[in-house]
């Protein structure tokens, strides 16, 4: 069993646990489901902050613990005030060492977007992420068919949720909605969690123009960013580069005045 394959097991068995402690009909009573919600496409195409999706994430089966330490209110605050264009918050607690509590936290202290990243398989993780203040969803096409794509999918639109679909190959195309319009390419093999810079690259000229295209995993430095919108990206997914510094908020903001100073290098050539 790969590694990918245990996370959606352990995850089948959490959703039954957290179906019996807390039914659906609790999570509707949230004082966040009711809440408008706001919109990652448009922040995007407002191209606030570069396109940076800043992430929070405690640790990863691949790298282990990056940042114990961290605080998901004060370094999500701290994302937004650095110019990042949204916050995502991994939500996964055996595997990424987060949990709901997280972004509920993050909701308290952040007036942006925040993408709950989740591997979501069941319509009341769905529900859930209504409850606990996200604005976007993740729905992984590896992971789910063409039918719970569109099923869950239908689900976040009707709660005002968006939805980033993520894909890792480009036979994961064929499975996506008509309607999609927020598509994450992920460099990261989602059997081994390896990187491969070369994916995002080859699939980009296979998505419909008119979508906006998320690049995911493995950007370092304001360089690849910058040769990643080159090619046609429009927002980009980072969290390690910036959870394995001490102030993981200081080291967003570096880099998105290492952007600005990219910018302007390239508008005086």
Request: one cysteine or more.
């Amino acid at each position: 069993m790969n590694i990918l394959e245990k996370i959606v097991s352990a995850k089948r068995k959490e959703i039954l646990k957290s179906k019996n402690a807390v039914p659906v009909s609790s999570l509707e009573k949230s004082k966040h489901f009711p809440a408008q919600t706001l919109s990652l496409e448009r922040s995007l195409q407002n191209n606030k902050g570069f396109g940076v999706i800043a992430e929070f994430k405690r640790q990863s089966p691949s790298r282990g613990i990056i940042n114990s330490a961290a605080r998901p209110g004060k370094v999500c605050g701290a994302y937004l005030d650095s110019g990042a264009s949204a916050v995502s918050v991994l939500t996964d607690r055996e595997f990424f060492g987060g949990g709901n509590d997280d972004l509920l936290q993050a909701r308290r202290a952040c007036n942006g977007v925040i993408l709950r990243k989740e591997f979501i398989i069941d319509e009341y993780q769905v529900i859930e992420s209504k409850s606990i203040g996200a604005d976007v969803i993740l729905l992984i096409a590896g992971i789910l068919s063409r039918q719970e794509l569109k099923a869950l999918s239908d689900l976040a639109l009707s709660l005002e949720l968006e939805v980033l679909f993520e894909i890792h190959s480009e036979g994961d195309i064929g499975k996506l909605p008509g309607k999609a319009v927020l598509i994450g390419v992920n460099s990261r093999n989602l059997d081994t969690f390896s990187i491969n810079m070369d994916i995002p690259g080859k699939i980009i000229s296979k998505l419909p123009e008119t979508t906006i295209k998320i690049a995911e995993s493995g950007i370092h430095s304001a360089e690849k960013l910058m040769e990643l919108k080159k090619a046609g990206f429009d927002g980009f997914l980072i969290g390690e580069k910036f959870m394995k510094e001490q102030d993981p908020g200081e080291s967003c903001r570096m880099f998105i005045e290492d952007l600005r100073q990219l910018r302007q290098k390239f508008e005086g050539e």
